[in-house]
């Protein structure tokens, strides 16, 4: 495999006791965006923690497990020992074609007539009726090497079906990380909701000691307590919304998880060396379709050339080789025998063309799935540009936000300003922080995806 390596002149990015390297430019024709991807990560370290466990069950699964259990569990995943059986079988029948060919066979007959001898004095009577007891043997000398083609097709059909699993497999794998980051999204929006309704609670316990002593309006009061209710509604949706989700991920990953059980945040590593091709599982059923055309035009090429077989029977019956002879008699006839079909020689050339037709077909599908694939890296790549320079601003937005509601709770405290005036900053300052983690996921999930369409594991 071709690869691309990175400067390893590397500037440092401290992180909680670790050093992440990150390579500041990119050598060997790698071009601005692998750059960009190289740096997203390395600027991505200085904000996310490697991972996120569980703090109240304890319990928690990874994105590697999932994909473990999706290539251990997943029902498609039967389909590799079936069709290696099937394989197995056929190579059988297949190599039966080099062992000699044995036939056993019986028959009885009268016929209304037979031969006579005119002009013969002592001419013998021939029996109407004759009896045949016989064993047929065929040993293949020469087959044009159609067996040997024929047990190497089967093996390369058992390549075909493989790659054909893994590629749905590879398709689910997507599909799991989507499920899987939902979780962690919806997980985000519940963290940020309970702390908005601690912060409201408290609030409002504070504002009802104020309204009490008559200091405040009981109006800020309503306020708070209808803002509550409604950031509990909230929770109450991304509750159900984690249930729904994680049902999903149970059905994918062939275990039964609970929202109590925490996911992980996936620890993307900085890449050092980023591959320049792409290595699907599609690539590999592409390539394996085209080998199997490949050894149908070696088996076609076998029909124009002769077979030569040896062969013998034995027999007991009556008439034997000499049909003068009227008692029963044991025969028997060895030779060689040579077959060459002339529509056989004259449909191959056809047959070839149709199979040189059909991977011409092949090649144009693969140049279509690089293109597609291409495409999809070069909007990834874009994706991991915004998301870095978004980060940057969410930061300070949220920094700006909570000055602000510090500033504003001060005043509600002193009766200068309403509730209402308060809780909007705060929802403000709340939508700030979800923006910010939000998109800290987002951008390991965009990395993890840019890995999972190039083919490479992200672990």
Not at 135 to 153: E, F, H, N, S
């Amino acid at each position: 495999m071709t690869i691309l390596k990175l400067n390893t002149m590397a500037k440092p990015v401290r992180f909680q006791g670790n050093f992440i390297e990150y390579a500041p430019r990119v050598l060997n024709l790698t071009g601005l965006r692998y750059f960009i991807l190289t740096t997203t990560i390395g600027f991505f370290f200085a904000f996310v923690p490697q991972y996120i466990l569980a703090q109240d069950s304890g319990k928690f699964i990874s994105l590697e497990y999932c994909y473990e259990q999706i290539e251990a569990s997943y029902p498609i995943t039967q389909k590799f020992e079936i069709q290696k059986k099937i394989t197995e079988l056929n190579d059988r029948i297949a190599r039966s074609g080099l062992f000699p060919e044995v036939q056993l066979s019986a028959s009885a007959s009268y016929q209304s007539d037979v031969t006579e001898v005119p002009f013969a004095a002592n001419a013998p009577e021939l029996s109407k009726d004759h009896y045949n007891v016989s064993v047929d043997v065929t040993q293949p000398i020469y087959d044009g090497g159609r067996t040997g083609a024929m047990r190497k097709l089967e093996m390369e059909q058992r390549a075909v079906e493989d790659a054909g699993v893994k590629t749905e497999l590879w398709n689910v794998r997507g599909q799991t990380e989507q499920v899987y980051f939902g979780i962690l999204f919806l997980q985000k929006q519940s963290q940020t909701v309970n702390v908005l309704i601690k912060d409201l609670e408290k609030q409002l316990e504070s504002v009802q000691a104020k309204i009490d002593n008559g200091v405040l309006l009981p109006g800020n009061g309503l306020v708070l307590e209808a803002e509550l209710l409604k950031v509990q509604q909230q929770s109450i949706q991304v509750r159900y919304d984690l249930e729904a989700a994680y049902e999903v991920l149970s059905e994918l990953i062939g275990e039964e998880i609970t929202p109590d059980t925490e996911l992980e945040i996936p620890s993307v590593q900085a890449m050092g060396f980023i591959p320049r091709e792409i290595s699907r599982p599609e690539l590999e059923l592409f390539s394996v379709q085209t080998n199997t055309l490949n050894l149908q035009q070696e088996l076609t090429a076998s029909d124009k050339l002769p077979k030569v077989s040896a062969f013998a029977k034995t027999a007991y019956g009556r008439p034997g080789l000499n049909v003068f002879e009227n008692d029963l008699q044991t025969f028997w006839i060895v030779g060689l025998k040579a077959q060459w079909s002339l529509k056989s020689l004259l449909n191959s050339g056809k047959k070839e063309e149709v199979l040189e037709l059909q991977k011409r077909k092949i090649q144009a599908d693969e140049e279509t799935f690089r293109l597609g694939v291409k495409n999809e890296l070069s909007k990834s790549e874009k994706k991991l540009e915004q998301l870095r320079e978004q980060i940057e601003l969410d930061e300070k937005v949220l920094k700006l936000r909570e000055q602000v509601v510090k500033e504003k709770k001060n005043l509600l405290e002193q009766g200068v300003i309403t509730s209402t005036e308060y809780i909007t900053e705060l929802n403000a300052e709340s939508q700030a922080r979800l923006n910010l983690e939000i998109r800290q996921v987002q951008l390991i999930q965009s990395i993890i995806e840019y890995s999972t369409k190039k083919g490479i594991s992200w672990n």
